[in-house]
């Protein structure tokens, strides 16, 4: 479980994303300031600053972890590997407070602005990149290809799962991701 003030630092920055991501789908990307945001959050220019290092990155939602605590617990399962990466994944997207109107919103912003689709390959290949470690760890540095490769699956299946929740899908996107990484168990038996 995340420290206290890792969660309030985790909202402040969704707070912020939000107010960034409405702003952008009223007025333009590029009519939107770092002022204007500021103003709508209803914190201070430095405050802004210390969240996002320029007015792009709160366009992009605030980085996921997993805590020492999850990834100790992955490495050392030796239970379904399946069932211990969804146990895995799933908890960060339980702590972001997300609905489908504004990831859809988001979506449509990241979609009309390249800078913004390049940040965005950028978060979802970083994401990546802690599955991978968690599960080259796990498989004890033997197997980095298969890890790579399992890693890419599951990265591709959360963004199948982002896409299916945005328009139709009335569970949690938790929960959605979940079900999609478990699925993996039959897509290729059938």
């Given at each position: 479980?995340?420290?206290l003030?890792?969660?309030?630092?985790?909202?402040?920055?969704?707070?912020i994303?939000?107010?960034?991501?409405?702003l952008?789908?009223?007025?333009?990307?590029d009519n939107?300031?770092?002022?204007?945001?500021?103003?709508?959050?209803?914190?201070s220019?430095?405050?802004?600053?210390?969240?996002?290092?320029?007015?792009e990155?709160a366009?992009?939602?605030?980085?996921?972890n997993?805590?020492?605590?999850?990834?100790?617990?992955?490495?050392?399962s030796?239970?379904?590997?399946?069932e211990?990466?969804?146990?895995?994944?799933?908890?960060?997207f339980h702590?972001?407070?997300?609905?489908?109107?504004?990831?859809?919103?988001s979506?449509?912003?990241?979609?009309?602005?390249?800078?913004?689709?390049?940040?965005?390959?950028?978060?979802?290949h970083?994401?990546?990149?802690?599955?991978?470690?968690?599960i080259?760890?796990?498989?004890?540095?033997?197997?980095?290809?298969?890890?790579?490769?399992?890693?890419?699956?599951?990265?591709?299946?959360?963004?199948?799962?982002?896409?299916?929740w945005?328009?139709?899908n009335e569970?949690?996107l938790?929960?959605?991701?979940?079900?999609?990484?478990?699925?993996?168990?039959?897509?290729?038996?059938?």
């Amino acid at each position: 479980m995340s420290s206290l003030r890792e969660k309030r630092r985790i909202k402040n920055a969704q707070s912020i994303h939000r107010v960034a991501i409405n702003l952008a789908a009223e007025h333009g990307l590029d009519n939107v300031t770092t002022e204007m945001i500021s103003e709508a959050a209803g914190i201070s220019l430095r405050t802004f600053f210390n969240y996002f290092p320029y007015k792009e990155a709160a366009f992009i939602p605030p980085e996921m972890n997993f805590t020492q605590e999850s990834i100790n617990s992955f490495v050392t399962s030796k239970g379904d590997l399946l069932e211990d990466l969804a146990k895995l994944i799933t908890p960060p997207f339980h702590e972001i407070e997300i609905d489908q109107q504004h990831l859809k919103r988001s979506h449509d912003v990241v979609k009309q602005n390249p800078k913004l689709m390049v940040m965005r390959v950028h978060f979802v290949h970083e994401f990546e990149s802690k599955i991978f470690n968690a599960i080259v760890n796990r498989f004890k540095d033997e197997e980095q290809q298969k890890a790579r490769h399992i890693a890419a699956v599951i990265s591709a299946t959360i963004r199948l799962s982002f896409e299916t929740w945005i328009d139709e899908n009335e569970n949690t996107l938790a929960n959605t991701i979940g079900d999609n990484i478990l699925s993996l168990k039959t897509l290729f038996n059938k």
